[in-house]
């Protein structure tokens, strides 16, 4: 397909007047090179996935013999700690003139490299927000018995600066985890399954990242269209969850077989569609809804019955808004923190509707309004 491989993604307006990003494309050959073909700060986010520089020495076997399907590719092999150092400053030192002021990075390792970059982007002027542990719920094996199995790998989470400003969805994060916060160690199986990308039986990548990360990642620090950077793309996880999470963005690969895989793969994601993709916000930005104003848009008419999860109250919805139950009446928060006894009540999540099949919490009405007065 000539210099550029790539599929058809929707158009996006250029970074300057005078170079368009190459969207939707995958940059073949070396990763320093390709990103000197961008533009100063072009992008949002980089998810960097580098080579670990595993140092293995000879085949790895299973007990019963069998032969263990390790990372031996070229790619992942280094003369020395001193020419790691040197790639791995050259693409840092790339990923920090295409980031954007306000843009951040990601970069997966484990303990073979993680502490030699961190030392590295540290140097750059980066400022490390988080460092994350994946701890993975199917770990493979240490076989000879002679280490701890290795269960987790490190994701850093960098700013380009420790004044600098930077992007993060704390509220999308909370509702993902449950309502509590979103913790530091992240619990996620290795890929597998229809996921698992293979040729004739073979893993197509011996070390494909699972989709479940790269979509908490991106919906952790970025929004719609914006632009994703990988420079190690592999066979295209970070281009696939992009996609269907509605972000822009740009590859680069230098395997030609790992290129082709991941265009086939991006081509098969279907982006999901605007409602779906719309996510809670965080407290300081949402725009405040009294629910009054849930009243008066018809959204909750006057008469309407509420419950408690339990259903061991009953409150009905009166025209200015207030609600009554056993002889009380005021706002949604006074009656369930009267009702509870509780110093305080969050009416939004203690009240539900009846709806078909059962009972919905009545912060999704609000949600749904509020989708309705932004589009």
């Not at 990003?21 to 100063?40: E, F, K, S, T, Y």
């Not at 840092?92 to 954007?100: A, F, Q």
């Not at 098969?268 to 407290?283: F, I, N």
């Not at 999860?309 to 706002?331: F, H, N």
Request: aromatic residues 10%; hydrophobic residues 40%; neutral net charge.
């Amino acid at each position: 397909m000539g210099v550029l491989e790539s599929i058809r993604v929707r158009p996006r307006a250029p970074a300057s007047a005078s170079v368009e990003l190459p969207l939707g494309q995958i940059l073949p050959g070396d990763c320093v090179a390709a990103m000197r073909a961008l533009p100063d700060a072009c992008v949002d986010l980089v998810f960097a996935d580098p080579p670990y520089y595993l140092q293995l020495g000879g085949d790895l076997a299973r007990p019963d013999g069998s032969h263990v399907d390790a990372v031996t590719d070229a790619w992942d092999r280094f003369a020395s700690f001193q020419s790691y150092d040197d790639f791995t400053r050259a693409w840092l030192t790339e990923v920090r003139r295409v980031l954007k002021p306000d843009g951040a990075l990601w970069v997966i390792g484990s303990y073979h490299n993680i502490f030699r970059v961190g030392a590295i982007l540290q140097d750059l002027g980066f400022w490390i927000l988080n460092d994350i542990v994946w701890r993975k719920t199917n770990p493979m094996p240490n076989f000879k018995g002679t280490r701890f199995t290795n269960a987790h790998e490190t994701l850093i989470w960098a700013s380009q600066g420790e004044k600098a400003k930077y992007h993060f969805n704390y509220r999308a994060m909370k509702t993902l985890n449950d309502e509590l916060q979103m913790r530091s160690d992240w619990v996620i199986p290795l890929c597998g399954g229809p996921e698992r990308l293979k040729d004739a039986g073979r893993k197509v990548h011996p070390t494909q990242k699972p989709e479940a990360l790269l979509y908490r990642v991106l919906l952790a620090t970025t929004e719609r269209g914006d632009v994703v950077l990988d420079p190690f793309f592999g066979t295209g996880t970070t281009g696939a969850v992009a996609r269907r999470l509605g972000r822009e963005w740009i590859g680069c690969e230098r395997e030609s077989a790992y290129r082709a895989a991941a265009l086939s793969r991006i081509a098969r994601e279907l982006p999901l569609d605007e409602s779906a993709l719309a996510t809670v916000k965080a407290g300081r930005a949402a725009p405040r809804v009294a629910f009054g104003a849930l009243v008066e848009a018809g959204l909750i008419p006057p008469g309407t019955a509420l419950f408690d999860r339990r259903r061991r109250w009953e409150a009905q919805v009166r025209a200015d808004g207030s609600v009554v139950c056993e002889g009380r009446a005021g706002s949604i928060h006074g009656i369930g923190k009267d009702l509870q006894g509780a110093p305080s009540c969050n009416g939004w999540t203690f009240w539900h509707l009846e709806r078909e099949g059962g009972l919905a919490v009545l912060d999704t009405v609000r949600q749904d309004y509020l989708l309705s007065i932004e589009e």
